[in-house]
């Protein structure tokens, strides 16, 4: 008998580090990039809906944009405290995230830079997002540097 429902491997939590792993550097998802990725959003699809109501003859273009601001502002700051709460771990063995991934270095085939963020692409073909990074390309570096630049 359980204690209550299975939870979801989705919410597992950070991996603990192994005996004798070393902590080299931790990338925590920055405010800044999160809201300023969310106004980038929201003038796209606001440019998008405005003109798309515009083109069917819409009286009132301008629903567009204000829904946009309305439902993307409001779905930002509901899901902040969780987007933010996420943290990578660089070890000297493993990158660590915040669902749980345990990525060895030596299976990392790449780290791709996408929209400010990185995609982690293991040698299986997993892919694994680093989303809102305060400087991305220094990211990479790091985690090229720690996995000693193996392609």
């Not at 809906?49 to 009132?60: D, E, I, S, T, V």
């Amino acid at each position: 008998m359980t204690d209550g429902p299975a939870r979801d491997s989705l919410f597992r939590g950070p991996q603990p580090l192994a005996e004798g792993e070393r902590l080299v550097e931790t990338f925590r998802a920055d405010r800044t990039v999160y809201w300023r990725n969310t106004l980038i959003l929201v003038v796209v699809f606001g440019t998008l809906a405005g003109a798309a109501l515009l083109a069917l003859g819409n009286p009132y273009p301008w629903i567009g944009p204000v829904a946009a601001v309305l439902a993307l502002g409001l779905r930002s700051g509901w899901l902040a405290s969780e987007a933010l709460a996420a943290e990578w771990r660089l070890t000297d063995r493993r990158l660590l995230g915040p669902a749980g991934q345990a990525i060895p270095l030596g299976d990392i085939a790449d780290v791709k830079p996408v929209f400010g963020d990185l995609v982690v692409i293991t040698r299986s073909g997993e892919k694994f997002l680093m989303k809102y990074l305060r400087d991305g390309a220094a990211t990479r570096a790091r985690i090229e540097a720690a996995r000693g630049g193996r392609a």
